[in-house]
């Protein structure tokens, strides 16, 4: 099955810098890969996400970066805010397979 | 309008006790999911239901069977409960497919005493 290897596992950033995370896969079949930002104490939402067809994806200030030759992919944010403190999930999936493989999460905090 | 909803919200009861969490979603997904996100904040999969169907079912133990009667509802009903099965367990859904957005519902903090 997929194993996905997400890191660091924690990052502190300063309030408007940029913040870069991880994630590496092993399913080659794998070509879904979104992102869940989960808020202390909220649900996992989906904040982004990417198939293997396009190799680079931009919403405003967040961006993730696909390379399938070396099965891994990244997220960028950059003009970190106070209000993107949280813990953030890579995730991948065959598009014939139901299961969502999740990464171990990032718990990103941006000092003002 | 809540799309993907759970109850109850909370749940506290003593080892050996029997519970159930129940889940409903009103975004017409044909696939829901149940996750257990331990004190560690990993997601880890449980089950998947495609119109009713099981269709994923990790290794988890037995006590835990989840119950899907429509399309809309999926619940999950825990048996004999233990320390180790405190945890947040959310519900999820989404279309067909691995390859589509999962809606989560708010969770449901077990915690077993």
């Known amino acids: 099955g997929e194993n996905v290897e997400q890191h660091p596992s924690t990052l502190s950033v300063q309030e408007g810098d940029s913040a870069v995370i991880k994630c590496t896969y092993s399913d080659s079949a794998s070509n879904y890969f979104p992102w869940y930002k989960q808020e202390l104490g909220k649900r996992p939402q989906l904040i982004i996400d990417?198939?293997?067809?396009?190799g680079e994806k931009k919403d405003q200030r967040i961006a993730v970066t696909l390379n399938k030759t070396a099965k891994h992919f990244s997220l960028h944010i950059t003009e970190t805010q106070p209000e993107d403190s949280a813990v953030y999930f890579c995730a991948a999936s065959p598009s014939n397979d139901y299961k969502l493989s999740f990464g171990a999460g990032t718990t990103v905090t941006v000092r003002a | 309008d809540t799309a993907v909803s759970q109850t109850p919200k909370y749940l506290v009861t003593q080892m050996g006790n029997d519970k159930s969490i129940k889940c409903e979603q009103n975004l017409g997904h044909d696939t829901m999911y149940w996750y257990k996100q331990d004190s560690k904040k990993f997601l880890k999969i449980m089950f998947s239901y495609n119109n009713k169907e099981l269709i994923i079912n990790e290794t988890v133990p037995n006590r835990f069977s989840p119950k899907s009667p429509d399309k809309a509802h999926l619940n999950l009903h825990i048996n004999s409960l233990e320390l180790g099965d405190s945890a947040v367990y959310f519900c999820?859904?989404?279309?067909?497919?691995?390859?589509?957005?999962?809606?989560f519902g708010p969770g449901t903090r077990l915690t077993v005493t």
């Open positions: 999820a859904s989404s279309d067909s497919g691995g390859a589509h957005e999962q809606y």
């Open positions: 990417i198939r293997s067809n396009v």
